[in-house]
Structure formats: structure tokens, C-alpha cells
């Protein structure tokens, strides 16, 4: 099955990474909120937007759905999403991921695509045509309370945009 890889990166890895927090607060820190008024939701069931204008991106995204949405600690997340390439993405390929707890930095890294794609059972080069994800993620029963904000920026190793998404303002509640 092939898969939009990005949307799994952006919704699952970071709500399990972010389990872990760091041990200072550096107040100079700011959140990922974008300072415009126009907004580019992702469709289906999800807190996905697009950072800017997706029409040029080579990630066409048709859908995302989340269940549950919002993600709840200690349980799957169940990750279903279809879309479609316009160009086949080869190794090289980098995501540029932020996560943010409130105003404190969790995450902020330069990663390959093709390596982190392997999570999910896939590998490079992802063909240009259609993909469909279906995924089930455990998260952890202990996910510290707060608004969490997550970026992830993909483009090729040419430098093209794969597609930038973004969340802002996904609550965690403390269960009891």
C-alpha cells in the first residue's frame, strides 16, 4: 500500500515524542501560528492546514481523517488519508519538523523523508500516481496536558515544495 507519509509524520510521531519534555523554559520562544488571515485547511476529519497555497505543491492531499479527532492519550489514533503525486520523490527528499508545547520548543530538526517513511512500511522513491495511508498509532497513556503546535515543511532534494502542513492549538487534557 502506498502512503502520504507526511500526514503520519505530522499527526503521529510528534504526539509520541512529545511524552518527553525539556527540563527548561526559554521564554523567547514563539508559536508556530501563522500571521495571515488566510487559511488552507487540509479536508476531511483533521487539524491539518496547508502553511500557504497548495497548488503548486507535488503533494495533491484528497483527504486526512483522524479517529478520534482530537487524539486522545493512551489510545490508537487511527490515521486514514489519500492523495496523489505529481512527481515520484527520491531519496534526498527532507522535512523541515517543529513541535511545540505551548511556547516551549520539543522538537526543531532536519530529517530524511525516505528514512523516516520506514515507520510506516515504505521506502523511496515514493512513484508520482495515487496514495491511500490507513495507519494505527498507540499513543502514550502519559501526554502532558497543554496546546501543542506541530510544522512539517517537505520538498525534494531539488529543493521543490512536497507540501508544508501545520496544526495549531491541539489540546491535550489531563484524563482522570
Same mark, same amino acid.
Given at each position: 500500500?502506498?502512503?502520504?507519509?507526511?500526514?503520519?509524520?505530522?499527526?503521529? +510521531?510528534?504526539? !509520541?515524542?512529545?511524552? +518527553?519534555?525539556? +527540563?527548561?523554559?526559554?521564554?523567547?520562544?514563539?508559536?508556530?501560528?501563522?500571521?495571515?488571515?488566510?487559511?488552507?485547511?487540509?479536508?476531511?476529519?483533521?487539524?491539518?492546514?496547508?502553511?500557504?497555497?497548495?497548488?503548486?505543491?507535488? *503533494?495533491?492531499? #484528497? +483527504?486526512?481523517?483522524?479517529?478520534?479527532?482530537?487524539?486522545?492519550?493512551?489510545?490508537?489514533?487511527?490515521?486514514?488519508?489519500?492523495?496523489?503525486?505529481?512527481?515520484?520523490?527520491?531519496?534526498?527528499?527532507?522535512?523541515?519538523?517543529?513541535?511545540?508545547?505551548? *511556547?516551549?520548543?520539543?522538537?526543531?530538526?532536519? !530529517?530524511?523523508?525516505?528514512?523516516?517513511?520506514?515507520?510506516?512500511?515504505?521506502?523511496?522513491? *515514493? #512513484? %508520482?500516481?495515487?496514495?491511500?495511508?490507513? %495507519?494505527?498509532?498507540?499513543?502514550?497513556? !502519559?501526554?502532558?496536558?497543554?496546546?501543542?503546535?506541530?510544522?512539517?515543511?517537505?520538498?525534494?532534494?531539488?529543493?521543490? %515544495? !512536497?507540501?508544508?502542513?501545520?496544526?495549531?492549538?491541539?489540546?491535550?487534557?489531563?484524563?482522570?
Amino acid at each position: 500500500m502506498k502512503f502520504l507519509s507526511v500526514a503520519t509524520l505530522l499527526v503521529a +510521531s510528534p504526539l !509520541v515524542s512529545a511524552a +518527553s519534555l525539556p +527540563s527548561i523554559f526559554d521564554p523567547t520562544q514563539v508559536t508556530l501560528k501563522a500571521h495571515t488571515t488566510e487559511n488552507f485547511p487540509v479536508k476531511g476529519d483533521n487539524p491539518l492546514d496547508y502553511c500557504e497555497n497548495p497548488a503548486g505543491n507535488i *503533494l495533491q492531499i #484528497e +483527504s486526512v481523517d483522524l479517529d478520534p479527532n482530537p487524539p486522545l492519550p493512551g489510545q490508537t489514533l487511527q490515521i486514514t488519508a489519500s492523495g496523489e503525486l505529481t512527481e515520484t520523490i527520491e531519496e534526498g527528499a527532507k522535512v523541515n519538523l517543529v513541535v511545540k508545547w505551548g *511556547l516551549i520548543t520539543l522538537i526543531s530538526q532536519t !530529517v530524511e523523508l525516505c528514512d523516516q517513511i520506514k515507520e510506516v512500511d515504505m521506502e523511496c522513491p *515514493l #512513484e %508520482k500516481g495515487p496514495m491511500t495511508l490507513k %495507519k494505527e498509532v498507540k499513543l502514550p497513556s !502519559v501526554i502532558p496536558p497543554g496546546f501543542y503546535s506541530v510544522l512539517a515543511d517537505v520538498y525534494t532534494k531539488d529543493q521543490k %515544495k !512536497v507540501t508544508c502542513l501545520k496544526a495549531d492549538d491541539i489540546q491535550f487534557k489531563l484524563l482522570v
